[in-house]
Structures are given as structure tokens and as C-alpha cells.
């Protein structure tokens, strides 16, 4: 017997499918050592790799190209607005002819956004101080694929706020509250639920 489910189905088109991931500060190298934050959320991790989705007109992309080393910033659910005051920015001067009707260039992105840049342990890019976590990384492969690049990078050193920790081993799920980029939206994460058979706190 065929199964009936209580919702109805159909066919979409979305405009974009960000269905829900993390807020990714990506710190790069800048042509001149300084360092630019790229906000993006097509982001995510397996075991000590992060695969990263930046499209094909991306300054932070470039300066992986030229330098292949950065941080991957994660802010928390109360650092939205600054991050969204990135939004709007670019590092690329003169501000490419696609770009230009909504972006402008802004140099200091740090002091833009109101954020703080601390020095890195393991690669030149500067950290978000705010983030409760800063996880540098090397770039190990990149490939381009209709529009956009697929960039994996190994992470080498791992910073968390106290206030979000377990131990050394273990983030405590209770207390980090990731930023959620989900439909072009900002969310943070509801209460607990549950977990999964796999963890270890």
C-alpha cells in the first residue's frame, strides 16, 4: 500500500539554495600583507578538512589564488549585524563592473565591522577576536566549477573562547550558538533536542 503523507509536494525553482549552514569570516592575504574578511556560508567540515564555496568573482578567492593560507572565523548568533555590515563590502579596488551597483570598496573591513584583529599562530592572516572560534588553515586543493570554486583547506590550529569549552578536546554544544545564514536570513540555534548516539558529552 502506497504511504500518504499529511504535507503536499511540489516542484520549486529556488533562487539560491542556502538551506541553512554556518556564518564563515574568511580572513585572507591582501596583495599588501593586510588582511581581508570575506563573509560566506557555503562552508563545511569533515575531520581536520573545510570545504569552501567561493563564486569566481570573490576578492577573498583571489587572495587564496596568490596566497593559499587564511582563517576560517566562526561568529556566534550575536554577531550578526556586525557581519552583515560586511555584507555589502568588498576588498577588490576598483570594485569589479559586477559588483559595482551594490558594493563599494572598503579597506579595513575590522574597523569597519567594529571587529578586533589578532595575530595568527600558523599563517599570516589575521583572526577575528570576536569569533568564538578561529580555525587557521592551508589551502590543499581548489577546483572551479560553473561559476564558483570549491576550495578544501586543512585546518593547522584551532582557537576557542574559554566560555564555549569543555576541555581541551570538546566544544561545549550547550553553550556555542553558531550564526545561521539560512534563505538569506540570520538565525541562531533553538534549544536542545537531543544528540546523537556519537557523542561524547
Known amino acids: 500500500m502506497k504511504q500518504m503523507f499529511s504535507n503536499q509536494s511540489r516542484v520549486i525553482q529556488p533562487s539560491i539554495l542556502y538551506f541553512g549552514s554556518a556564518v564563515v569570516l574568511l580572513s585572507t592575504l591582501n596583495e599588501d ?5 570575506t563573509p560566506m556560508s ?3 567540515a569533515l575531520g581536520n578538512r573545510i570545504v569552501l564555496g567561493l563564486g569566481e568573482g570573490s576578492h577573498g578567492l583571489a587572495n587564496l589564488r596568490r596566497r ?3 582563517v576560517v ?3 556566534d548568533s550575536s554577531l550578526w549585524d556586525k557581519v552583515e555590515r560586511l555584507a555589502p563590502l568588498t576588498g577588490a579596488t576598483p570594485v569589479p563592473d559586477a559588483k559595482r551597483p551594490r558594493y563599494r570598496h572598503v579597506k579595513d573591513k575590522f574597523a569597519y565591522a567594529g571587529f578586533t584583529d589578532v595575530p595568527s599562530q600558523e599563517v599570516r592572516p589575521l583572526r577575528v577576536g570576536e569569533c568564538p572560534l578561529q580555525i587557521e588553515a592551508v589551502v590543499r ?3 572551479t566549477a560553473e561559476g564558483f570554486s570549491i576550495v578544501e583547506v586543512e585546518a593547522v590550529c ?3 573562547h574559554e566560555s564555549i569549552l569543555i576541555d581541551d578536546r570538546h566544544v561545549d554544544p550547550v553553550q556555542w550558538n553558531p550564526l545561521i545564514y539560512n534563505f538569506r536570513h540570520y538565525f ?3 534549544g536542545q533536542l537531543g544528540k546523537t548516539f556519537k557523542s561524547e558529552t
Do not use: I, Y
Not at 33 to 37: A, D, P, R, V
Open 33 to 37: 600583507g593586510s588582511t581581508n574578511l
Open 42 to 44: 557555503s562552508a563545511w
Open 68 to 70: 593559499p593560507e587564511t
Open 73 to 75: 572565523n566562526l561568529p
Open 141 to 143: 586543493n581548489m577546483q
Open 158 to 160: 584551532v582557537h576557542a
Open 188 to 190: 541562531g540555534l533553538s
